[in-house]
C-alpha cells in the first residue's frame, strides 16, 4: 500500500476496510470452529498489522518533506519492515499458535485484495 499515493485520511479508510474484512471472516470461519475463527483473525492480522506500520511509517517521513532520494530510501525502507514483519507475523501464527492454514490463507488473501481494489472505490467516492 502506497500511502504516498492517498491522503492519510483515505489511508485510513482503506485500513479500515481491511479490519471490517478480515473480523467479517473470522466471525464467518467461526461458524464452523472456534480456532478456524482464530486462524482467520491471525491471517487478517498479518496482512492488516504490517499495513499499519507501513502507513505510520509514511505518514512520519511524509510530514518532513525530504529532498527527492529520501522519498525513494524511505519507501524502501517502509516496504522492508513491512515483508518482515509479515514474514515474522505468519510464522508466529503457524509456528507458535498452530493456526489452520485454510482459514489463515484465505483470509491473509482476502485482505490482501481489499488493499488493491479499495483504492479505486475510496477514490471514485471520495
Do not use: D
Amino acid at each position: 500500500m502506497s500511502v504516498t499515493l492517498y491522503s492519510g485520511k483515505a489511508a485510513r479508510k482503506l485500513l479500515a476496510l481491511q479490519l471490517l474484512t478480515f473480523v467479517l471472516f473470522g466471525i464467518g470461519f467461526s461458524a464452523k470452529e472456534i480456532s478456524w475463527g482464530f486462524s482467520a483473525v491471525l491471517g487478517g492480522l498479518s496482512a492488516w498489522l504490517p499495513s499499519v506500520v507501513f502507513m505510520l511509517f509514511a505518514l512520519r517521513h511524509q510530514a518532513h518533506t525530504p529532498a527527492g532520494g529520501r522519498v525513494a530510501w524511505s519507501f524502501a525502507i517502509g516496504e522492508a519492515l513491512k515483508v518482515v514483519s509479515t514474514i515474522v507475523l505468519m510464522i508466529v501464527s503457524l509456528g507458535w499458535f498452530k493456526a489452520a492454514l485454510f482459514p489463515l490463507g484465505l483470509t491473509y488473501i482476502a485482505v490482501l485484495v481489499v488493499q488493491i481494489v479499495a483504492p479505486a472505490i475510496i477514490g471514485r467516492n471520495s
